[in-house]
């Protein structure tokens, strides 16, 4: 691991040991994962170099760019994050980032603040002049020696002690930056992947080694109060007792200042509160991210898991004649379709979820939604519509939406075990910045259409609201609930640009806020679709599938409905079946797959080259988006995993039919 030195982050004490606040929290990860580190001294710029040569694993402090998500592999957690600042001496007057326009500014070599200072002199710091030097200590050197007229160096050392008296930092906030671990680019994705996890662990255990690293040298101390203070103290005292009239003026004088000190106090107290609030809802958003991308990675192989048994089983059913055995197979894809569900609940949690949201009139689906909810309710609960009056439209997904509702829906049932009355409300509202404010919603100003569910069941306490859309939380007793209903909701709100919103009391009922954006455009009438041409399945098939089992699950599959299978497992073999000058009459490709060329990106090359090639997509969880490419790909058709052999054999008509 490289080192160098940036005090309070990470610096060598007088003793020669590595110190700091990066040093104390790699050792604890990496003791923890069974590692041992042999450090290496360097300047910042020769410890990148080391790095991307692999000559060194790891490096801390590493801000995010670009240009280094290129070069090296960054753990997705910041560990810190920082903004950098201006040191000046004090004859020299920067109050604003145009004031360094004509300065010489020492900056450290392939450093973050060398990015951002090379950005602003393309543009409109052309006259100003960039001094590189070796570390952050050099910075402050060229200044004392007047070789520099400011130096711009990260936030946390500019607060230490300065090397002159009449060194100070500038007014005004210049970027900010995440810290993170990097590994090279040879480094292990499994280190990474524990990396990644052990920084996650670290920031949301308390007492953790890297919450005691943070409050012993990141949290800023208040600085000592000068030695003349006492002295000017004292002085103070001497005049008051020297003059009546002037401790009158000085009472009114203090009097009026402490009423404008009360008022920064209230300001600063109210400012605080505010960004507490802010890094609480930065430190939930950072958690429900690491969960999902676990949920998005466990979804993934776990439908893998089930395209190979439902591939099988289906193949199986067209051959079993036994009527025992084949309600046992039934019974084994029932099973199956309800790992698929279970699937799909926990990627509606993680928001990675394959949404097909289309215009939707909220008000026309409401007498639908009434017939789905009144059936799945027992007698004893009357269902209530109040809709407010006109079109309300909003872009989401109708089959989505209509499971959000029906879980609120068997929540309220559960909340009222004795009978009572469920509502359901449609209004619109307007929402500005201080009514998002109230409501704690991460929601941008607007028009939004509220879908409310209303029941008259026991409530919630505080304790169980904070946890209500945790996944897997539930008062049921054992057997009788999942405790997915809310979390999927919650995450298919977020994952359409909405909000979810509970109001509960103990013993008052819980009503359940939904806030979908409101939309003005037309929704277009949907096409009939022309029905699949019921000849004998042929054509020659490319299918590119990484996993060996569903592979071979899949080239049986297509076998037996008759069509001519070349089989690969990467995009890159793929491409050179391609062009090697083969003839295919559709490509059936997985999202994500080893090596560069994932599944969208091989669809954008084959769109280049072989426009009237068909391509149909396959994925466990992702969206395309999420596995590279650059081309348009909305238009291409996503099958999600675990595709059953009736669909697949449909979709393949339908694509082999359309092309002719």
């Not at 569903?550 to 599959?557: A, H, P, S």
Request: glycine fraction near 6%.
């Amino acid at each position: 691991m490289g080192i160098y030195e940036n005090a309070p982050k990470i610096f060598r004490d007088a003793e020669g040991e590595p110190s700091g606040f990066w040093p104390e929290l790699t050792l604890a990860i990496l003791q923890d994962l069974g590692h041992q580190v042999v450090w290496v001294d360097c300047q910042w710029a020769e410890c990148l170099e080391l790095l991307e040569l692999g000559e060194i694993d790891l490096m801390p402090d590493v801000a995010h760019s670009e240009e280094r998500d290129a070069r090296f592999k960054l753990v997705d957690h910041p560990a810190l994050y920082a903004w950098s600042s201006i040191l000046v001496g004090d004859s020299v007057s920067v109050n604003t980032i145009e004031d360094l326009n004509g300065l010489r500014i020492a900056v450290v070599e392939d450093s973050i603040q060398g990015e951002v200072l090379l950005n602003r002199l393309r543009t409109d710091l052309d006259q100003a002049r960039m001094i590189e030097v070796g570390s952050m200590d050099e910075t402050v050197q060229r200044l004392s020696s007047g070789e520099a007229d400011a130096a711009i160096v990260n936030s946390f050392f500019a607060r230490q002690p300065r090397r002159r008296e009449d060194i100070r930092v500038a007014p005004i906030p210049f970027d900010v930056s995440t810290l993170h671990f990097a590994l090279s680019p040879q480094s292990a994705d499994l280190l990474l992947k524990a990396l990644n996890l052990a920084i996650y662990e670290q920031q949301t255990t308390p007492g953790s080694a890297f919450r005691n690293a943070e409050r012993r040298w990141i949290t800023q101390q208040a600085p000592a109060l000068p030695e003349w203070f006492h002295t000017a103290v004292a002085a103070v005292i001497v005049v008051l007792l020297l003059s009546f009239g002037m401790i009158v003026a000085l009472r009114r004088t203090v009097k009026l200042r402490t009423a404008r000190l009360e008022d920064s106090v209230t300001s600063l107290k109210a400012e605080i509160a505010q960004r507490k609030n802010a890094e609480a809802k930065v430190m939930e958003a950072q958690r429900i991210e690491a969960l999902g991308r676990l949920v998005g990675g466990v979804a993934h192989d776990f439908n893998n898991m089930l395209a190979v048994i439902m591939g099988n089983l289906d193949m199986l059913r067209d051959e079993i004649r036994n009527a025992r055995a084949f309600r046992l197979l039934e019974d084994a894809i029932r099973a199956s379709e309800r790992g698929a569900s279970l699937t799909k609940q926990l990627l509606s949690f993680g928001r990675r979820a394959s949404l097909k949201p289309e215009v939707l009139d909220i008000s026309a689906t409401m007498p639908d939604v009434h017939r789905i909810v009144s059936r799945v309710l027992p007698e004893s609960i009357q269902v209530e519509n109040d809709q407010a009056e006109g079109t309300l439209k909003t872009c989401v997904d109708p089959a989505q939406f209509e499971s959000a509702l029906l879980n609120l829906a068997l929540n309220a049932r559960d909340a009222m075990p004795n009978g009572g009355r469920l509502t359901i409300e449609t209004t619109a509202r307007r929402l500005d910045s201080d009514s998002i404010e109230v409501l704690e919603a991460d929601l941008e100003p607007g028009r939004y259409v509220v879908v409310s569910v209303s029941d008259t069941g026991h409530g919630m306490p505080p304790e169980v609201r904070e946890k209500a859309v945790e996944p897997f939380f539930t008062t049921k007793e054992v057997g009788a609930g999942s405790g997915m209903g809310l979390a999927m909701v919650h995450g298919f709100m977020k994952q359409s640009n909405g909000g979810l919103r509970i109001l509960t009391e103990p013993g008052a009922g819980t009503t359940v806020e939904l806030y979908f954006k409101q939309t003005d455009i037309q929704s277009s009438a949907p096409s009939a679709q022309e029905a699949a041409p019921q000849t004998t399945a042929s054509g020659r098939i490319l299918m590119v599938e990484d996993d060996e089992y569903v592979r071979n699950t899949l080239l049986m599959q297509l076998e037996n409905m008759g069509y001519q299978v070349t089989a690969v497992e990467n995009g890159q073999a793929a491409l050179e079946r391609l062009t090697s000058g083969l003839e295919f009459d559709l490509l059936l490709t997985d999202v994500v797959m080893p090596g560069p060329l994932q599944g969208p990106g091989l669809a954008d090359r084959v769109r280049e080259r072989f426009p009237d090639l068909p391509v149909i997509l396959m994925s466990g969880y992702a969206e395309l988006e999420d596995a590279g490419g650059s081309g348009p790909r909305r238009d291409y058709l996503l099958l999600p995993k675990p595709v059953r052999a009736k669909d697949l054999r449909e979709v393949l008509a339908s694509k082999l039919a359309a092309k002719g």
